[in-house]
């Protein structure tokens, strides 16, 4: 008999499982799921030895995996100021006045998470709020999604905005700059940061790593895009430093750095799992291709940054390299491109299903499409929040588009599996808000909590190839568990906020625990 070293009892347990939805408790052998049962079954596998937890009926689902987030930029934003949860404006004032004590003459404060509806004032605050407490130092601090953020007068001079008559520079009646960037303005700032160290970046990035696994994510497919997080991951995995499992994706001109340091490395906790292509840019800048211009102009529409057979040629690296081809394809223009250039290169049956990562402006046409060639989509619920309420789609897209934006049933119904992440930093990084984001999209297009969570669990993990050791809880799989205060499959949609992680287990080991 073989006995447990740790089993959960006396739980509601949402397995994921099709074949038995649900259960009452879970044994636990090394880093594996050993049975999973009713309490009476489970008895069994208890010994002396064995760690006993009792859940009095808290929810426990597989632990979430996320299949788009960019690790170290996340890191890099919590050195920053957390602006979440200020209510005025006078409040940013003192938190900048306590930050500014830590920082030599000309570092630069940062912040993020500004919410104007947070705010008692109802707005964002001016340039000369900043610069009555913040004078000779440059201030920048950024919105939730990071499109906007607003400056003070030391980093206009630096980053020498009055020079420049972009879009997206907010001006006052007489033609000043007043702090605000917006869209493709926030680059001018953001190109004169410094950047910050290697080290500094890896040390971000344990910090980051951290607080991904206390929202209950076990899993993540982490996009690099600079080659010193390539050199940030090498020495996660080799020094045994990832606390939960990593699906790496790189970007094609990294691909030979990525298979050169990491694919010898690959274990069960790091995975060298994919390689991305961009086909288009993104929707809020106009750089997402469409096939029919924006509403609001005559003749811009988007356009892409990747011909067909350049993408072909790339498409048949990534798969002979033994990696899941994915692309990048926002616009319906986009999204056609993305297809012939999985229908036209050789497909490698060993790795996982080509993906295309957004897909955001779709048709009956091109969901057909994706069926047929048994392509997958991977979805960030957050951003479509986004999209409709910063963006308002309908104006820049028409009516027609904007129904078919993100039409996460109408994928469902297509018999497309489609799996969900964050794109954290951008957006929020617990899953539960974009669960609720997926279900506010409304509409025909509306899913249920369970479907949402079915896009962070098992679908997640089938995407990848790996349901036969994660996504679902199952005996023999990997044993990564979130346990819950509440079913989120059963409170009210405005209850899920107040669901909360009590605890995870990864590998097999309680952590994040919360008492
Ligand atoms: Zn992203």
């Known amino acids: 008999m073989t006995f447990a070293d740790l089993v959960l009892f006396n739980g509601n347990i949402i397995t994921m499982n099709p074949k038995t939805p649900s259960a009452q408790a879970i044994a636990i052998k090394g880093n594996r799921i050993l049975y999973v049962g009713s309490d009476r079954e489970v008895e069994q596998y208890v010994d002396e030895r064995t760690r006993v937890i009792y859940l009095d009926g808290k929810t426990v689902m597989p632990g979430f995996i996320d299949t788009h987030m960019h690790v170290v930029d996340y890191g890099r934003m919590l050195t920053w100021l957390d602006l979440q949860k200020v209510v005025s404006i006078r409040e940013i004032q003192s938190q900048l006045i306590e930050r500014i004590k830590g920082v030599n003459s000309s570092g630069w404060i940062l912040g993020r998470a500004l919410d104007s509806d947070g705010l008692l004032e109802k707005r964002l605050p001016t340039c000369q709020e900043l610069d009555a407490v913040v004078p000779d130092n440059p201030v920048v601090l950024y919105c939730q999604s990071g499109q906007v953020c607003v400056v003070n007068s030391k980093a206009l001079e630096v980053a020498k905005i009055s020079q420049q008559n972009g879009a997206g520079i907010e001006r006052d009646t007489a033609g000043k700059p007043t702090g605000v960037l917006r869209d493709q303005a926030t680059n001018l700032v953001w190109h004169v940061i410094p950047e ?213 049933k109408a994928l469902f119904n297509s018999g497309i599996l ?63 568990l979130v346990v819950l205060s509440k079913n989120p499959t059963s409170v009210a949609v405005e209850e899920l906020v107040d669901v909360f992680v009590c605890f995870v287990v990864f590998n097999g080991d309680v952590c994040c625990s919360k008492s």
């Open 196 to 408: 910050p160290t290697q080290q500094e970046l890896y040390n971000a990035t344990e910090l980051a790593l951290k607080k991904i696994v206390q929202v209950g994510i076990t899993s993540v497919q982490w996009i690099v895009l600079s080659e010193v997080e390539v050199a940030i991951i090498k020495k996660l995995v080799e020094t045994n430093g990832l606390p939960l499992r990593v699906y790496l994706i790189v970007p094609t001109n990294l691909l030979d750095i990525a298979l050169q340091n990491l694919k010898q490395l690959e274990n069960d906790r790091f995975k060298l799992g994919g390689a991305i292509i961009f086909v288009d840019g993104y929707l809020a800048s106009r750089t997402a291709a469409l096939c029919e211009s924006y509403s609001d102009t005559s003749t811009d529409q988007g356009k892409l940054v990747c011909q067909q057979n350049e993408g072909i040629v790339l498409a048949d690296k990534i798969q002979n390299a033994g990696l899941q081809l994915i692309i990048h394809a926002v616009g319906d223009r986009a999204i056609h491109e993305a297809l012939s250039i999985i229908q036209n290169s050789s497909r490698n049956f060993m790795v996982p299903r080509p993906r295309i990562e957004q897909a955001a402006v779709l048709n009956q046409q091109l969901l057909c499409c994706i069926k047929e060639l048994d392509v997958t989509v991977s979805i960030q619920p957050c951003v479509i929040a986004s999209e409709f309420s910063v963006w308002s789609v309908e104006k820049h897209l028409g009516e027609k588009r904007a129904f078919w934006l993100f039409p996460v």
């Open 418 to 480: 489609v799996s969900a992440g964050s794109d954290c930093p951008m957006e929020p990084l617990n899953p539960l808000r974009g669960v609720e984001a997926a279900i506010k999209r409304g509409g025909e297009h509306k899913v249920s909590v369970f479907e949402a969570l079915q896009m962070y669990t098992e679908f997640a993990a089938q995407t990848v190839s790996e349901f036969g050791d994660k996504g679902s809880i199952e005996q023999g799989k990997f044993a990564d």
